[in-house]
Structures are given as structure tokens and as C-alpha cells.
């Protein structure tokens, strides 16, 4: 009898030395508040529980992505976006989806985007569409006398333009598996084709005018243009970035059927999600008595919406 008691004893004496505090001993209230935590950011999708942050730490899921203008392939985090003064506004619908626009070109140039990303191994690739409208603004270059780029003596008709573009970036300095790890440099490639269609008997003429000139097909709805662009996108530190590119236009232009364009632009930030672009833009091609013009550029943007998760990579689902 005495043995007996003695092997079980033993028995249970092995089993907690086994298992510790284990089914045979409550959890203290701290270990209740671990689990707790654990189980409510899960269901919240946030990050892995971490006994060694800060009781009351929060993570932090800023906008980090500031490197992707409007011009790569990249289409930002659902409900995320950013509003500009004179590059595209935009804004993420969920699954790759962006919608975007021109604001101060709206009350003359109704201008709508939608834009849709796609990943391969390295790449992000897109494709963008836009609906435009130029009635507005040469009605109202007519009023103010600029003749070269309508005539006074014409009547401008009513005119839809539509843009069909492919856009491939190639992010390079992260690891794009990792939220976090925003790439240094970007080149982006694209291709796009204009197409301008009056709607009325359309007598307007070829623009002769720099930056309108090598537009002038689609915004005078005489037919369609090509465009093809180069871009690179450059991360200095956390709070300047550089930005440069080249495009050629192919079209039935005033003189000639070709031009280019060049522009470079500092990005600084002001603040956090707000940031101040000045620049330089160049255009070349036979219009005017000037085959060579130049001005400068300035942008102010406020960036809104939040970052990737850690566990949603850059060419991962769940944006």
C-alpha cells in the first residue's frame, strides 16, 4: 500500500515537473493579458504580440511610400492617396485600383484616371486610362486672345479625348517581399496613345505653342498622338527626394510631327505628409519662332491613408 502511494506520488511529480505550469495550474493575470493581446491583434491583423515593447505601445503605419509619384505603376494602399496642386490627385479604391485627376485643370480640362497594378517578380506594371475634355479651356484661351493656340475666328466644338497608357516600374535598393524596406531608386518606362474626337464640325487648326503643340491632336480632336517616357524617381534621405524624366511625341504636330519634353523636380518635405516640389520643365520642338522653351515648375502635396501592413509586402495581396 505504502509503494502504491508512493508511485503515485512520483507519477504526478513527473508530470508538472513535464509540463510546468500546465493543465494543473492556473495562468496568472499576466499571462492572461499576453494571450489576450495576442489573440485581439490577430483578429486585427496587427503585429506579432511582443512582451517586450511598451504596455501601451502602438505601431506606427504613417505613410512611408513617398518614393512612388503618380507616374509610376504603383497605385498606393486602399483608401490611401494624396491631393496635389498640379500633378495628378489620386486615390486608392482597393484591389489595385486608382482613381486620380488633374484638380487645377478640371475647370478647364475635365480630366479623369483610373489606373490598375500588377506584380511580377520584379516589375510593377499598370495600366491607366483617361477621359478628358478640352472644350472648356479653348473656349476660354479664345476669349483671352491666345491665337496660338485657337483662333478667335473659329468656333470650337465640343470634343472627348481618350488616353490609353501601359506604365512598367522597376523598383531598386529594397527588398520588395518587405513593407518596410522602400526601394532607393525607380525607373519607370510607359507608352500611351491620345485620341481626340469632336463631336460638331471642327475647324480648329494645329496648336503652335510649347507643351500644347505636342498635344494638340487629341485636344483639338484632329486625330491621335503616341507618347513614350522615361522616369526616374530617386530617395536622397527621408525627407527629400529627386524626380527627372524625358518623353517623345509623335503626332501631326504645327511644323513638324515630333517633340520632346524634359523635367526634373527636389521633393522636400515640409512636415511629414505634406511636401514642396520646385523644378524646371523643357520643351522642345518647332513651335512659335522658338524651338526651345523652358520654365519652371512648383507642386505642393498632402499625403493621407496609411502604410502597408508587415505581414503585406509590396508585390504581396491585401492592399
Known amino acids: 500500500m505504502n509503494k502504491k502511494f508512493l508511485y503515485i506520488i512520483l507519477i504526478i511529480f513527473s508530470i508538472q515537473t513535464s509540463f510546468g505550469q500546465g493543465i494543473f495550474s492556473r495562468k496568472s493575470p499576466t499571462q492572461k493579458a499576453a494571450n489576450k493581446t495576442r489573440k485581439l491583434n490577430k483578429k486585427n491583423n496587427q503585429i506579432p504580440f511582443n512582451e517586450e515593447l511598451p504596455q501601451n505601445y502602438r505601431p506606427d503605419y504613417g505613410r512611408i511610400d513617398f518614393i512612388w509619384s503618380s507616374e509610376t505603376a504603383y497605385t498606393g494602399v486602399k483608401k490611401s492617396g494624396d491631393i496635389s496642386l498640379t500633378t495628378p490627385s489620386r486615390f486608392n479604391a482597393g484591389n489595385n485600383f486608382e482613381f486620380s485627376t488633374l484638380l487645377p485643370l478640371n475647370y478647364f480640362v475635365p480630366n479623369l484616371m483610373l489606373k490598375k497594378s500588377y506584380t511580377t517578380k520584379r516589375f510593377l506594371l ?5 477621359l478628358y475634355s478640352s472644350t472648356l479651356g479653348l473656349k476660354w484661351a479664345q476669349q483671352n486672345g491666345y491665337e496660338t493656340i485657337v483662333s478667335s475666328s473659329v468656333q470650337v466644338p465640343f470634343i472627348m479625348s481618350i488616353r490609353n497608357e501601359f506604365i512598367a516600374s522597376y523598383p531598386i535598393g529594397a527588398d520588395p517581399i518587405c513593407s518596410n524596406g522602400q526601394p532607393f531608386l525607380i525607373i519607370t518606362g510607359g507608352v500611351a496613345v491620345d485620341v481626340g474626337v469632336p463631336f460638331e464640325k471642327n475647324n480648329l487648326t494645329p496648336m503652335n505653342e510649347h507643351f500644347f503643340g505636342s498635344r494638340s491632336p487629341s485636344l483639338t480632336g484632329k486625330g491621335a498622338h503616341l507618347s513614350t517616357r522615361l522616369r526616374v524617381d530617386g530617395r536622397l534621405t527621408n ?28 521633393q522636400l518635405f515640409l512636415v511629414r505628409n505634406t511636401s514642396f516640389t520646385i523644378g524646371y520643365a523643357i520643351s522642345y520642338g518647332h513651335f512659335t519662332n522658338k524651338n526651345f522653351f523652358i520654365m519652371p515648375t512648383a507642386d505642393l502635396t498632402y499625403y493621407f491613408g496609411t502604410r502597408l501592413k508587415r505581414d503585406v509586402g509590396l508585390f504581396g495581396k491585401g492592399r
Open 239 to 266: 525627407s527629400m527626394y529627386v524626380e527627372g524624366d524625358i518623353k517623345f511625341f509623335y503626332g501631326k504636330f504645327f511644323q513638324n510631327n515630333f517633340a520632346m519634353e524634359q523635367h526634373t523636380g527636389l
Open 126 to 130: 499598370a495600366h491607366r486610362h483617361a
